[in-house]
């Protein structure tokens, strides 16, 4: 007999099939021994109880079963609210990382090219003059000074677009029509549309020195269209 309810259980059973309560294993001597315990806590103490949610009876906090309607009891909702818990926490944090890393991406602005602040202020035609070469050693020395003063320095000019060639490199010279001594790629080669860079048109520009050959062009890079002067 269930010492809790007095229901018939089998011999050997762990919990009481019709209010739950837990036993030791062998009903009967459970009874005996207990029986005058729990009767004097009964009266003494009123145990912790719920409604049922089938017929709204009182029942066992521990029961299994309804007492009065018979209905199995949902169990566990301590465990399933740790859960809900634990997930809604994981949620929140991995909401919170995902806003900061959007946030870092939507506000990013990328750094300036080093030396872009700083450029070198000298012009073509005193670039020109000054590493043209009339022999083979003075050709020597004067690419070193390139590589010392000039190489991978910052200028800004100002230069007519004469061709924007198959590779998106641009070729500027001083008027619309002579020589040109400038072959430009951009840093950002979606310029050449929103810029509406064309043949003719007259642009400032910020790049870096790269090289100047012996027909006199200058390959720069980086280039970035400060703005369009015609």
């Not at 590779?167 to 400038?182: F, T």
Request: charged content about 30%; glycine content about 10%.
């Amino acid at each position: 007999m269930c010492p809790y309810c007095g229901e018939d259980v089998p011999a050997g059973s762990n919990n009481c099939w019709k209010c739950g309560l837990e036993l030791d294993g062998d009903t009967d001597s459970a009874a005996a021994s207990e029986g005058m315990e729990i009767e004097t806590r009964g009266r003494t103490a009123k145990r912790p109880q719920r409604d049922c949610p089938h017929c709204g009876e009182g029942v066992s906090v521990r029961a299994i079963r309804c007492n009065a309607c018979g209905e199995r009891l949902t169990t566990g909702g301590g465990r399933n609210w740790i859960a809900a818990a634990w997930l809604a926490f994981v949620l929140i944090v991995i909401g919170t990382v995902v806003g900061l890393v959007y946030n870092y991406f939507a506000n990013f602005e990328a750094k300036p090219d080093p030396g872009r602040l700083t450029p070198v202020k000298i012009s073509r035609a005193q670039l020109h003059q000054f590493y043209k070469a009339d022999s083979s050693g003075g050709t020597k020395k004067k690419r070193g000074l390139w590589q010392d003063r000039h190489e991978k320095r910052f200028v800004v000019w100002s230069s007519y677009v004469h061709a924007i060639e198959e590779d998106s490199s641009i070729s500027l010279g001083d008027s619309s029509r002579g020589k040109a001594d400038v072959r430009l790629v951009l840093k950002d080669l979606d310029q050449i549309d929103t810029r509406g860079l064309k043949v003719g048109k007259s642009i400032k520009y910020s790049a870096r020195l790269l090289d100047y050959d012996k027909q006199g062009v200058f390959s720069l890079d980086l280039g970035v269209v400060e703005e369009e002067t015609d």
